[in-house]
């Protein structure tokens, strides 16, 4: 079965630093562009992050660009998500997506003093 199990998230003083990683199983995960996603209170969910399946072609938001860095290892089925400088309006449930189909259950982060 398709499964995607983000893991890394948790609390981080604003200025700190989290990676997030998501495992995926069940399909073929070198064949899929892979995303992260996240909802933060009272907003809608939003594209944080896109990498193609080799990882040539990355896409940031324009809010997170040069502070996170999307990963991935097709060898270990597995995309991360490097944030650093944490912002308290980067709190939000983080979630992983393979292309068109697929998504975790998130993970959250929360970043306040």
């Known amino acids: 079965q398709v499964q995607l199990v983000e893991s890394g998230g948790g609390l981080v003083q604003p200025g700190g630093s989290l990676r997030l990683s998501c495992a995926a199983s069940?399909?073929?995960?070198?064949?899929?562009?892979m995303s992260w996603y996240r909802q933060a209170p009272g907003k809608e969910r939003e594209l944080v992050a896109a990498?193609?399946?080799?990882?040539?072609?990355?896409n940031y938001a324009g809010s997170v660009k040069g502070r996170f860095t999307i990963s991935r290892d097709n060898a270990k089925n597995t995309v991360y998500l490097q944030m650093n400088s944490l912002k308290p309006e980067d709190t939000a449930v983080y979630y992983c997506?393979?292309?068109?189909?697929?998504w975790g259950k998130g993970t959250l982060v929360t970043v306040s003093s």
């Open positions: 990498i193609s399946t080799g990882g040539g072609s990355i």
């Open positions: 997506k393979a292309a068109g189909s697929y």
């Open positions: 069940g399909f073929a995960f070198s064949r899929y562009t």
